[in-house]
């Protein structure tokens, strides 16, 4: 009997094994594609941006070719009224001088003409190119999903989680919870400072090509321009970093580091205003405590600024020896609480947060109206 369920289990991981193979090779696939993609996608934004110079540049050119070819035909025509005035030869080249206008701007249109189709054509291999990073993404982190559900071993809780479906359900809710802050952070540095700095190489070739064309003064202005995506690429890592762990939430405290954060969003998001009040002793609680209040702040701040696109937010903050109440207040979209999926990671995450500190966490919203989200923790 013992020999039948070893077999069994030997033939089960090598099963397994084979899938985890077979999922890995695909997940490495398709990064390798969206690795491509983003490759293709920098090259092509390049030769569109050089491409739109050179389109504007052949429409001023034809523009002011126009105006030539506008005169060199009233000329032509003021010469021809009055033909005995002018010799044989005079007339001859007011014509060639005006047919050979005409045939520039002639060829001066059509390159434009040419040009704005590979315009065209470029934004349009932009758009699906993007498009394939974003399946890329989206199917990959699915791919990261599967493949941690098979390499995680689950018998460690077999004992706690009687029930099979349970057991699957608290697996899985765990490692999408982990991917979608994985793919979070993937979007927060693409979107931020990959973003920059990629614009940066590009701003950076400009660099030497304007001190060759148009002289020192206007290449130390890209200089100057270069400095300022820097230090904003600069400014987009700390924030980031801030938002993994803050550091002065060890040092100061909740109260001074809310402080912090919340006017570090204001100045980042300039069309959203941030009031903050505190009420009670100001003192310092357990470090699970000033985690838990911050981060169930931190998510309610950038829904109200991310998805509920507010333009003031009210966050009040209320300490007690017993329990500590907080009140985050937007003016945003709303949306219906009866319809909102009760699986979005934001929403599971603040709950799962306030019920294993046996806290409370009321959520007030409707389309239009904005968002009150209420969080109170007993302080044990």
Known sequence: ?????????????????????????????????????????????????????????????????????RSS?????????QFQKYSEEEIRKVYEQTHGLQMDLSMKREKEKQLRERRDDLELRLKNLEETIGR??????????????????????????????????????????????????SREIHDG???????????????????????????????????????????EVRRIIYDLR??????????????????????????THIAFTSFGKERRLESKYEVALFRLVQESVQNAVKHAEASEIKVKVEMKAEATTIIVKDD??????????????????????????DGELHIDSSVGEGTIVTIHLPIN
């Open 332 to 357: 945003g979209k709303g949306f219906d609480t009866t319809k909102k999926k009760e699986k979005s990671f934001g929403l599971v995450g603040m709950r799962e947060r306030v019920d294993m500190l």
């Open 73 to 81: 035909r009233m000329r032509l025509s003021e010469v021809s009224k």
């Open 246 to 271: 803050p550091m002065a939430l060890d040092d100061l405290g909740l109260i001074p580091t809310l402080k912090k954060y919340l006017a570090t969003i204001e100045d980042y998001n300039k069309e």
């Open 1 to 69: 009997m013992m020999s039948v369920q070893k077999n069994g289990d030997i033939a089960l991981d090598h099963i397994i094994g084979e899938m985890v193979d077979t999922v890995t090779n695909s997940k490495d696939e398709i990064f390798q594609i969206g690795e491509e993609s983003r490759t293709e996608f920098e090259k092509l934004n390049k030769d569109l941006t050089e491409t739109k110079k050179q389109v504007l540049s052949l429409i001023d050119e034809g523009d002011k070719l126009e105006q030539k070819v």
């Open 136 to 185: 890329a993404e989206a199917l990959g982190g699915k791919i990261s999903i599967v493949l941690n559900y098979l390499t995680e071993d689950f018998r460690h809780v077999s004992d706690a989680l009687e029930d099979a479906k349970e057991k699957q359900e608290f697996g899985l809710q765990i490692i999408e919870a982990q991917e979608e802050e994985r793919r979070r952070l």
């Open 193 to 235: 400072p990959a973003q920059m700095l990629a614009n940066v190489m590009l701003r950076s070739d400009l660099v030497d090509r304007t001190y060759r064309e148009r002289g020192i003064e206007e290449a130390m202005q890209e200089v100057k321009s270069v400095r300022s995506l820097v230090r904003s690429a600069l400014y």
